[in-house]
């Protein structure tokens, strides 16, 4: 059986706002689990028109609760725009609360438009910043950094996406 994931971008549509976005998102979640899906995805899509929200570790907490089986990710946290601490807190807190169901999707995307880059601080980042900071982030997960994760978990699987021109 080869295994199937969803990716799910909180679409708004002319009639529903944010709220019923994500419960569309939420409810699309269950209804994988129950047709067997093996992963749903959530993503960060900053100021992109028709997207209800760019937070997906804060959706995928109410996701979590709302399944029981299928494993949870993002596709994708944007490295530009976060800390590599802040990231593997923020999945070490998922994997915490759903233990072998969270997963790290990771792009590099500086954000959809100038507006959305200057707010989020970030003009230019390098593959060679995205290595320094996946290594960092993993030294997190593993429990080799000199800063202590917490909580501390098992390590969350971590997958680099790849757009435009590849990873």
Do not use: C, K
Not at 13 to 27: E, G, H, P, V
Not at 105 to 120: I, M
Request: no cysteine; aromatic share 6%.
């Amino acid at each position: 059986m080869i295994p199937l994931s969803l990716h799910d971008r909180s679409h708004l549509t002319t009639d529903t706002d944010s709220r019923a976005a994500f419960l569309r998102t939420i409810d699309r979640a269950q209804r994988a689990e129950a047709l067997g899906y093996s992963r749903f995805w959530t993503a960060e899509h900053h100021g992109v028109p028709g997207v209800a929200g760019s937070a997906p570790a804060v959706l995928l907490v109410a996701i979590g609760h709302a399944t029981s089986r299928i494993r949870i990710g993002a596709g994708g946290v944007m490295l530009p725009n976060h800390q590599p601490l802040v990231v593997a807190e923020q999945f070490a807190m998922l994997e915490a609360l759903f233990p072998g169901r969270a997963d790290l999707g990771l792009g590099r995307s500086l954000g959809f438009v100038r507006p959305v880059r200057e707010a989020l601080r970030r003009e230019q980042y390098t593959v060679e910043d995205m290595a320094d900071d996946i290594a960092e982030l993993t030294s997190y997960l593993l429990g080799t950094s000199p800063v202590t994760l917490m909580p501390a978990v098992a390590p969350v699987p971590m997958f680099v996406l790849a757009t435009g021109r590849g990873a």
